[in-house]
C-alpha cells in the first residue's frame, strides 16, 4: 500500500510505490525509478489533515482508501475460523475433513468457516473435486453446513502448462505472456505454471466463473485466494492492459476477490477499504518479533494503518507448513495459548494445527476459552468492522491513534480494539508479569478492578490470563 501517515497529522500518497529517505531531519519521498520508467508522470500527494495520526489517516480516506460500506461476510469476524492446512497439507480428503469438524464439535470450540486447503482439485486450473478423495463432495458440504459450518476452498490464479484446460485458456489469450510473446511459465512453490492474465476483464470473468460454479454445484460457501504475490509477474511481461506492471496485477487479483462475500487473501496491493479478510503472510512456530508470535501486534497494527481494516493475524501456532511438517521437538504449549490469546481480541482468529492432538488438556482449555472469548467479542467486532466498510477506519489501532501525544506512539506489544477495549497479551517465552502503558481516561480490567489512567501499571500474567482494560464513560 503506497501509503505513510504521520502522528503528526500529515500523509503520503500514490497509486505507485514510492521511495523514502529520512536525512539530516529531512524527508524525502519520490517513486521508484523502476516504475517511473514505465509509469512516467506519477505522483506523490502530500495532505495534511490535522495534528493527530487519526488526522493524518482520515485524510487519506477517499484519495487513497475508499470504503466499500460492505464487510466480508459476518461468519468471518465473529466465529473462529479453521484451515485445514497445518493438520492435513497436501492430502485433504472428504472423511479427514469431516473427521476434522467432528472433533471441533467434540473438544466444543464453535463451528464457524471451515477452509479446505491445497490438493483438494484435480490439478491447478482444473477447478473439480478430485473425486477419489471427495466422492461426494456435495453431501460433505450439506453434513458441514447442517453443523452450523461455512466452507471455503483453497484456489489461485494459476494454471498447470499442459493438457486441455491449460490449451483453450492459451488459445484464448487469457493466459499472461512473458517479453518474447510466449506464455509465461513461472515457478512457484508447488512447481511451474501459467497464469491468468488479470488485467484482461475476460480473463477475470473466466476465472471467477469457475468458482462460481463450483458453488452452484456443491453449495461451496467461498474461496481462499492465494498466490497473487507481486513477485509471480515482471515489469516486462505482455499484458492485456498495455503498459500494465506487477502490482497492477496483484492490484486486480485483489478487486476480484471481491466478487466473493466468504474470501481472504495474503497478497495485495492497495486493497486498502476492500470487504477482504487480509491475513498476515505466513508466520513460524516461534517468539520472534521478525517472523513469530512477537509479530503479530506490529504487522496487524502496520496492516490496519494502510486501510486494510479485516485483519487475520495467520493461523495459530503459526503458518509456515515445513515447521510441522519437519519438526523434531514438540510443539511449544505455552506459545500456541499466547498465539490463540492475541487472535481471540482481532477481527478474525484462525486455527490450524488441531490443538487435541497437540496440546495437553490445560493448554487446550485455554485455547477453547481464546475461542470462546471470540465469540463474546463478536458483537462488539462486528460493530466495529460496519463502522470500517463505511468510514475506512481501521477496527485494530495503535495506542496513538486514539490518545494522540500522551507519550505512546512507540508501543507494538499492546493495541486497541475500538476505542473503548484495549488489549495487552504476553509476548515473550515464560513472561510472567507485564507493564501495560494505560492512556488518560478511567480504566476497569477484565476482572473488574479499577485503574486510573496516565500511568505504567505492572501487572502479573500468568499463562491463563490475557490482559483487558476497558475505557469507561466520563462522568
Not at 523514502?20 to 514505465?38: C, D, L, W
Not at 497437540?358 to 465469540?375: I, P, Y
Request: net charge negative.
Amino acid at each position: 500500500m503506497p501509503l505513510f501517515v504521520s502522528s503528526c497529522g500529515r500523509a503520503l500518497w500514490s497509486e505507485v510505490p514510492f521511495a523514502m529517505t529520512i536525512e539530516s531531519g529531512r524527508m524525502r519521498a519520490e517513486t521508484s525509478p523502476s516504475v517511473a520508467e514505465y509509469r512516467p508522470g506519477s505522483t506523490i500527494t502530500l495532505s495534511v489533515g490535522g495534528s493527530t495520526l487519526r488526522d493524518a489517516y482520515r485524510s487519506a480516506v477517499g484519495p487513497a482508501i475508499t470504503p466499500t460500506g460492505t464487510t466480508p461476510a459476518e461468519m468471518l469476524l465473529t466465529r473462529p475460523q479453521y484451515n485445514l492446512w497445518i493438520e492435513l497439507l497436501y492430502e485433504p480428503t472428504q472423511d479427514k475433513v469431516l473427521a476434522y469438524a467432528a472433533e471441533l464439535l467434540k473438544h466444543s470450540y464453535p463451528p464457524g468457516v471451515l477452509m479446505i486447503d491445497d490438493n483438494w482439485s484435480l490439478d491447478y486450473g482444473r477447478w473439480e473435486f478430485d473425486r477419489a478423495k471427495f466422492p461426494d463432495p456435495a453431501a460433505m458440504v450439506r453434513s458441514l453446513h447442517d453443523d452450523g459450518f461455512r466452507i471455503m476452498l483453497w484456489v489461485c490464479p494459476f494454471v498447470s502448462p499442459a493438457g486441455r484446460k491449460y490449451l483453450n485458456l492459451r488459445n484464448a489469450n487469457l493466459l499472461l505472456r512473458d517479453t518474447t510473446g510466449n506464455v509465461a511459465i513461472r515457478p512457484w512453490w508447488n512447481g511451474f505454471s501459467a497464469l491468468y492474465d488479470l488485467t484482461n476483464p475476460v480473463a477475470v470473468e473466466h476465472f471467477v466463473g469457475e468458482l462460481q460454479n463450483l458453488q452452484k454445484r456443491y453449495g461451496i460457501d467461498g474461496f481462499k485466494i492465494d498466490a497473487g504475490d507481486i513477485s509471480h509477474y515482471k515489469a516486462d511481461d505482455r499484458t492485456h492492459r498495455h503498459g500494465a506492471m506487477p502490482f497492477d496485477q496483484t492490484h486486480a487479483f485483489g478487486r476480484l476477490a471481491t466478487a466473493f462475500e466468504y474470501v481472504e487473501v495474503k497478497a495485495a496491493y492497495r486493497n486498502a477499504g476492500l470487504p477482504l479478510a487480509q491475513r498476515l503472510r505466513d508466520k513460524h512456530h516461534e517468539w520472534s518479533r521478525h517472523r513469530g508470535v512477537a509479530s503479530l501486534i506490529p504487522h496487524t497494527l502496520a496492516q490496519a494503518m494502510t486501510g486494510h481494516a479485516f485483519t487475520c493475524p495467520d493461523m495459530i501456532g503459526g503458518g509456515e507448513y515445513l515447521e510441522f511438517m519437519e519438526r523434531t521437538e514438540p510443539v511449544h504449549a505455552e506459545l500456541f495459548v499466547r498465539y490463540a490469546q492475541i487472535a481471540a481480541c482481532m477481527p478474525m482468529m484462525q486455527f490450524s494445527a488441531a490443538p487435541w492432538s497437540l496440546l495437553d488438556d490445560e493448554h487446550q482449555a485455554l485455547c477453547r476459552e481464546a475461542a470462546a472469548l471470540h465469540v463474546e467479542l463478536a458483537p462488539y467486532i462486528f460493530k466495529l468492522a460496519s463502522a470500517a466498510a463505511n468510514t475506512g477506519e481501521p477496527i485494530v489501532t495503535p495506542m496513538e491513534y486514539h490518545f494522540p501525544h500522551a507519550g505512546l506512539s512507540d508501543i507494538d506489544d499492546q493495541f486497541m480494539l475500538g476505542k473503548h477495549l484495549l488489549v495487552a497479551p504476553a509476548t515473550e517465552p515464560g513472561q510472567d508479569r507485564r507493564v501495560v502503558r494505560l492512556p488518560p481516561g478511567y480504566w476497569i480490567d477484565e476482572d473488574g478492578n479499577e485503574h486510573a489512567g496516565s500511568q505504567n501499571l505492572e501487572i502479573p500474567v500468568p499463562l491463563s490470563r490475557l490482559p483487558r482494560f476497558t475505557l469507561q464513560p466520563c462522568g
